[in-house]
Antibody, heavy 117, light 107 residues
């Protein structure tokens, strides 16, 4: 049973950074792209970027370049998403998502990041 | 960059009725790259359809998808109470790899 389990909710001050983890199980971690998608309260889904787990190559959405870093640790089948210089409009649910072919076939449970002074 | 526009923004129907949701792409896309997701409050999205018309595992056959080029639809033939949710279409491309529509709320 494939599963993505994310780290817990975070509360951060403006200007700080947050790092969210996503541990994969039930499949070969290095065999599939891992994407990150966020959803602001009451809003739609926004693609942030992806990492190729076997090489570490990343591809970030234009909106996040310079603030976003995705990494992975293949020894523990875990992907990480770090967002810096947080603003209030970064308050959102952050999801990791495995892509099979052209679709997301497995989502993490989500990590709520709240940015507030 | 491909932009997906969903309509209507919200749809008010009753159980047993038929729902038709639309997703329009800003340029022609391959039907292989178009998917639909369902999201209920407090939950992550769930894959419903991939490749425009293929149902994901466990999705009942009252859900169907169709379309080509720039116009795609998700149809729910007879609404069940559990179908009331937000639905997103998604395209997989090159840059960016993933684009979502803004969603249709079925209420």
């Amino acid at each position: 049973q494939m599963q993505l389990v994310q780290s817990g909710a975070e509360v951060k001050k403006p200007g700080a950074s947050v790092k969210v983890s996503c541990k994969a199980s039930g499949y070969t971690f290095t065999g599939y792209y891992m994407h990150w998608v966020r959803q602001a309260p009451g809003q739609g889904l926004e693609w942030m970027g992806r990492i190729t787990p076997n090489t570490g190559v990343t591809d970030y959405a234009q909106n996040f370049r310079g603030r976003l870093t995705m990494t992975r640790d293949t020894s523990i089948s875990t992907a990480y998403m770090e967002l810096s210089s947080l603003r209030s409009d970064d308050t959102a649910m952050y999801y990791c998502a495995r892509v099979l072919g052209f679709t997301v076939d497995c989502w993490g449970q989500g990590t709520l990041v709240t940015v507030s002074s | 960059e491909i932009v997906l526009t969903q309509s209507p923004g919200s749809l008010s129907l009753s159980p047993g009725e038929r729902a038709t949701l639309s997703c329009r792409a800003s340029q022609s896309v391959s039907s292989s790259y178009l998917a639909w997701y369902q999201q209920k409050p407090g939950q992550a999205p769930r894959l419903l359809m991939y490749g425009t018309s293929s149902r994901a595992t466990g999705i009942p056959d009252r859900f169907s998808g169709g379309g080509s080029g720039t116009d795609f639809t998700l149809t729910i033939s007879r609404l069940e109470p559990e179908d009331f949710a937000v639905y997103y279409c998604q395209h997989y491309g090159s840059s960016p790899p993933i684009t979502f529509g803004q969603g249709t709320r079925l209420e």
